[in-house]
DNA sequence: GCTGAAAGCACAGCGAC
DNA sequence: GTCGCTGTGCTTTCAGC
């Protein structure tokens, strides 16, 4: 597999918290040339290191406040399609999230929505009120919290000659 | 609140598929100058309605391949620290997202981790294992689908003179 | 909402180390 | 691998319209 030396490490934190940093700060940052930066950072998003860089929205802002999480058992027999009715349900516009689980529930649906009426018509339309799915458990989400940046846990090699 | 017309919600919906588009690029795309489009941008920051802009990254390519979703119910007595516990989870490295929620179980954790042993070692050391949590479940994920970008459900009012 | 000018930066390709 | 250079085009801010 593609291997991160510490300074790849540290850009890729740095990018994990704001994709929009400019490479010449990323770098002083890093501690390398600009040039040398801009090659690495390029390289993380062809190895496919950095899938792509997204922007945060205040749901809220956008007319949809109410945010929900909600568990999904399809039954046994619609198990076999189960990975197009997650990539499905993917698409609709109200999903922000599809966890795809190994456990009891088969996947976790994240969701906002414009309100109570909505999420239960989105509820209804989509998952309760269809054949393939047995059972639905929706809890309201008050807050969103994203985890600080974290990038090689462990075995980061020593940078090049920084 | 802070108003949105059409076009902004599509520079939202732009920027949440990917957050370091060109601002040239941006602008053709939506249908305004290169100019009035950056001031919009900017606005759109300012105001909170795009929090930030943030590299996705492919955990495995960092050294943690293994990802779950946690629920956990803290005792009756912690209810009331409930928010500096769930700050102190996203604050741990391997924690990408913990949602705060209004049901049985009062939040989930969303971790990365480096293989199973470490996921029962951050369970134990982290959850389970500390007096204030009364329960946890922990269920693998498989795969990790982001939903498609919505901006304004309902309500766009017309752009000014697009 | 648009245009235009000016400074700085991004981005690619180069050679040198 | 690194760095520094050059050239083109873009970003960003500032006017004024």
């Known amino acids: 597999m593609t291997e991160l ?5 540290a850009i890729v934190r740095e990018l994990q918290d704001d994709a929009r940093l400019a490479n010449n700060v990323l770098a002083a940052r890093v501690g ?3 040039s040398t930066c801009h090659g690495r950072v390029r ?10 860089a997204h922007a945060e929205i205040d749901q809220a802002a956008i007319g949809r406040p109410l945010q929900a999480m909600i568990s999904v058992r399809l039954r046994p027999h619609a198990r076999g399609e189960l990975a197009a009715f997650a990539q499905a349900m993917a698409q609709l ?9 190994a456990g009891a529930d088969d996947f976790l649906v994240h969701v906002a929505t414009a309100g109570s009426e909505e999420l239960r018509e989105f509820v ?4 309760s ?3 393939d799915v047995a059972m639905t458990e929706t809890s ?16 980061v090699r020593p940078a090049p000659h920084a």
């Open 140 to 155: 309201l989400i008050f807050e969103h919290l994203r985890g600080r940046p974290a990038a090689e846990p462990r075995s």
């Open 43 to 52: 390289s993380l998003f062809e190895r496919g290191v950095i899938r792509g």
């Open 5 to 9: 030396d510490a300074i790849d490490a």
């Open 32 to 34: 390398i040339a600009p």
């Open 93 to 101: 516009p109200e999903v922000l999230n599809v966890y795809f689980l």
């Open 124 to 127: 209804v339309n989509h998952l």
């Open 129 to 131: 009120g269809t054949k």
